[in-house]
């Protein structure tokens, strides 16, 4: 009888690499201002709050916010992001307190190293109870200036603005 037996794992605890001190950049204290566009007939919703983005062994950020959401409500969120070395890929989750739905991202950071795109799939905000594509997207401007773009892939192929926020370190 066979038996099925995955590949050992290491026993020696895992090193950060180039693509762990990319996700360095990211500590640190943060203030947010969200922007939500409402359709072309009304303003975009717009709300304000903080982020304290910590490291876990060097491995991984842990990104805790505060704040309200754009449309009303206080809404406290959790992002993780790490390298899976053995993947080859960015991955984390994120969780709010406004939803049950775990985002579990896949991604990866651009030619200029300065664009990390974080690929998930989740409740369609369309067509309830169908799921989408989306992506948020963290680009620095600066070290000091960072934004998340959030998209949706529309129906007809094309990524769809959710939201963008901009971060500013607190100084």
């Given at each position: 009888?066979?038996?099925n037996?995955?590949?050992?794992?290491?026993?020696?605890?895992?090193?950060?690499?180039?693509?762990?001190?990319?996700?360095?950049?990211?500590?640190?204290?943060?203030?947010?201002?969200?922007?939500?566009?409402?359709?072309t007939?009304?303003?975009?919703?717009?709300?304000?709050?903080?982020?304290?983005?910590?490291?876990?062994?060097?491995?991984?950020?842990?990104?805790?916010?505060?704040?309200?959401?754009?449309?009303?409500?206080?809404?406290?969120?959790?992002?993780?992001?790490?390298?899976?070395?053995?993947?080859?890929?960015?991955?984390?989750?994120?969780?709010?307190?406004?939803?049950?739905?775990?985002?579990?991202?896949?991604?990866?950071?651009?030619?200029?190293?300065?664009?990390?795109?974080?690929?998930?799939?989740?409740?369609?905000?369309?067509?309830?109870?169908?799921?989408?594509?989306?992506?948020?997207?963290?680009?620095?401007?600066?070290?000091n200036?960072?934004?998340?773009?959030?998209?949706?892939?529309?129906?007809?192929?094309?990524?769809?603005?959710?939201?963008?926020?901009h971060?500013?370190r607190?100084?």
């Amino acid at each position: 009888m066979e038996t099925n037996t995955l590949p050992q794992e290491s026993t020696i605890q895992d090193k950060p690499q180039e693509e762990h001190h990319w996700l360095q950049k990211l500590v640190g204290e943060w203030t947010y201002e969200t922007e939500m566009p409402m359709g072309t007939e009304q303003p975009p919703e717009k709300a304000t709050g903080t982020e304290t983005v910590r490291s876990l062994g060097g491995l991984w950020i842990l990104a805790e916010g505060q704040g309200e959401m754009p449309c009303g409500g206080d809404a406290t969120t959790m992002m993780t992001v790490g390298y899976d070395l053995r993947k080859q890929r960015y991955v984390g989750t994120w969780v709010g307190s406004m939803m049950t739905y775990l985002w579990v991202y896949d991604g990866e950071l651009d030619a200029s190293e300065n664009r990390l795109t974080l690929n998930n799939e989740g409740p369609s905000m369309s067509d309830p109870g169908k799921t989408a594509k989306y992506k948020d997207v963290i680009e620095f401007q600066s070290d000091n200036h960072r934004t998340l773009a959030s998209y949706m892939l529309g129906d007809d192929g094309q990524w769809q603005p959710i939201m963008t926020t901009h971060y500013q370190r607190k100084m």
